[in-house]
């Protein structure tokens, strides 16, 4: 969505192509301006090609999270670098390189989501599955792994219900994710926001599957859940990271420790009774973490009515209090910057764990994933999702999405480490 939104404010006397390295690889390209967006484990890949275009003498300018975090990192490698959001630098980034005096660096500020263009949809590839809505930005909570705060502001910014509901609408595709870091936000004032798109998207008649995140409060959102469901929302992401209150604690994950883990499981009901599937985000690798404590989230999670599993390995990602932590500690493994990033992808572990090795918990994990993405249980889940959510549409969701990371998880073992077999 980035790169839509850039293109959306570029000039209409530009001519604008996204290359999206999902489905085709980089081959070079004319051109007179060239932008690119990484997130930490792509940016390695994003400097090689900002190379490329250096040695041909195309001026090229860099943006992101990963980049915003690490400016002095990311000025050796592209001529400019966007820090922040793009909105409120982009026309002056045009004017100056038109005039040829484009800038270092140049300073995003956080503006109202209302000034935020609709973005070009018309240059994203057509096979993607899903299409892409945002409807806020930022968010309140600091947790210890995650930069969202840092980034996108601890203010939340709403987009207006008509603009959201209109990009929605023009979206070619029948599936939608909605990207938000928490769609359902945290006061009543974001959870009536969340009411009146829904409410626009029932009134419209437009039929759509969608899917969202949020964090555990939606279950106290009723009338919230009632118009989601009525608006097409087949299932909810939810970062539960782990079923123990120290190590919740630990993450600083306010809202998990408010609810209550003896809780969850009310929860995972709510949204279940509103026919919507449960998809819960686990994260293994905590410093309390053990071999058995590992093995014992593996059985909750098999145990628990959650539909659809994303397991991930702890990752300090810069920008995050984890990371700073780790580094100041000498925890982190891999740290020979900029290459080292590419081992920052969520399947392999790139800091030494206080509790166990890093090569046991690595072993650990991986054991987790297959028990968690047996065939067997994902379609056990599958029966599970159908009989609570009374849902099929919801149901198959679930079990797509466990197939998805499924593949995912074991696409990239087997890019680092051979056959799926050689792990064991």
């Not at 930069?147 to 008509?162: A, L, T």
Request: net charge negative; aromatic share 10%; charged share 25%.
């Amino acid at each position: 969505m980035s790169l839509g939104i850039v293109a959306a404010l570029t000039p209409d006397h530009w001519e604008v192509e996204l290359l999206d390295e999902n489905f085709e690889r980089f081959q070079f390209r004319e051109a007179d301006l060239v932008g690119l967006t990484a997130l930490t484990a792509q940016v390695t890949r994003a400097y090689e090609l900002a190379g490329i275009y250096k040695e041909h003498n195309i001026p090229t300018v860099i943006g992101g999270i990963h980049v915003s975090v690490m400016p002095e990192e990311a000025e050796k490698q592209a001529d400019v670098v966007v820090v922040g959001e793009a909105e409120s630098v982009w026309v002056q980034l045009i004017e100056d390189f038109e005039k040829g005096s484009l800038k270092k660096r140049y300073q995003g500020e956080l503006l109202p989501m209302v000034e935020s263009p609709k973005p070009r949809i018309d240059l994203y590839h057509e096979e993607y599955a899903f299409g892409s809505v945002q409807t806020t930005r930022g968010c309140p909570h600091s947790c210890d792994f995650c930069s969202v705060h840092s980034f996108n502001g601890k203010r939340y910014r709403h987009k207006s219900v008509s603009d959201v509901v209109d990009e929605f609408e023009r979206i070619p595709q029948q599936r939608v994710y909605i990207v938000d870091d928490n769609f359902i936000g945290y006061s009543k004032k974001s959870a009536q926001h969340v009411v009146d798109i829904c409410k626009e998207i029932i009134r419209r008649g437009i039929k759509k599957d969608w899917f969202c995140a949020a964090s555990m409060n939606v279950a106290e959102q009723d009338e919230a859940l009632q118009y989601m469901a009525e608006a097409g929302c087949r299932m909810i992401f939810l970062g539960i990271e782990s079923e123990l209150i120290d190590q919740l604690e630990s993450a600083n994950k306010k809202q998990n420790i408010r609810i209550g883990v003896e809780n969850f499981q009310k929860v995972y009901d709510k949204i279940h009774s509103y026919g919507m599937a449960v998809l819960g985000a686990f994260i293994y690798g905590l410093d309390t973490d053990t071999a058995e404590t590992i093995a014992n989230r593996t059985t909750y999670i098999l145990d628990s009515d959650i539909d659809t599993v994303q397991a991930s390995i702890l990752t300090p990602l810069p920008g995050t209090p984890l990371f700073e932590r780790m580094k100041a500690d000498g925890r982190l493994i891999y740290n020979n910057f900029p290459e080292d990033w590419a081992h920052y992808d969520f399947v392999e572990v790139v800091y030494q764990p206080k509790l166990m090795s890093a090569e046991d918990l690595s072993h650990a994990v991986r054991a987790t994933w297959e028990r968690l993405y047996d065939e067997k249980q994902m379609k056990r889940k599958f029966i599970n999702a159908l009989k609570l959510t009374k849902n099929a549409i919801s149901a198959t969701w679930s079990h797509n999405s466990n197939i998805h990371y499924h593949n995912l998880t074991f696409e990239n073992i087997k890019e680092r480490l051979g056959s799926k077999e050689e792990y064991i």
